[in-house]
């Protein structure tokens, strides 16, 4: 996609774990939800916005990581990943050209997320915000407990959201965000926080739920069989 308007777009893709919680053979993003890997999947939801592509793959399966991003209709890069997902996007961002405007981060795990989440968090963007995180309500009551598992409190759930990908960040924050690398947080969003930086939330979906265990693809082949009916 061309968006000379307002600079480029880029997707980073960390896909570099190894998918321990999963336990397949493989690393998570080479595993196949209907046929189709999970990083190939994650590429093409980006592709569609995104100009450009860098995924940081598992060192030693770099050209693999290339194979399955080669229908990807974008100007794609991959790079090895790093220790820590953290790590693996800080390589990423080494490589990005100059000339991208905005980054969208998202997850190799997340194959399902639907061009809509992607498209709030890019035009929040390009309306001027510096950092955007797609997020649903929890549905759940939420306790605090104590180290002996006795409940504390009751959390108020309405002030808190389940975070997904992609986050969305204009370059120049991003890059801010990942010089000092004392600053360590679960997700991109953590870092804006550790500075100060505002973060927007957009509403995610279901669709976009991260493939952590088996059970977690079986869900998103029922997912996918839903939404291809
Ligand atoms: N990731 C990465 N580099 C790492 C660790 C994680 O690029 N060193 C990526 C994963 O490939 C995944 C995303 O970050 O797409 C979210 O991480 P997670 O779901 O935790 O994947 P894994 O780390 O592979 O899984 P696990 O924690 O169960 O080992
Ligand atoms: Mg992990």
Redesign the pocket.
Known sequence: MNNAATGRVAAI??????????GAQI???FIELDGIS??TR?ALAMSVVADVIVV???SDQLKLASDHLANVDAEVHVVA?????????ANALNVLPEDVEFVLVH????PLVPIEVTTRVLTELQSGAVAVIPVLPIADTIKRVDAQNKVVETVDRNQLRRVQ?PQGFTRQTLHHAYVDPTIVATDDAGLMEALGISVLTVAGDELAM????AHDLTIASALLGVTNE
């Open positions: 893709i960390p896909a570099a774990g190894s998918g321990v919680r999963f690393p998570k993003a999970l990083l994650s940081a793959a598992p990943g790093g220790e820590a997902r953290q790590n693996s996007i997850d190799a795990a997340r990908t991260k493939i952590t265990t």
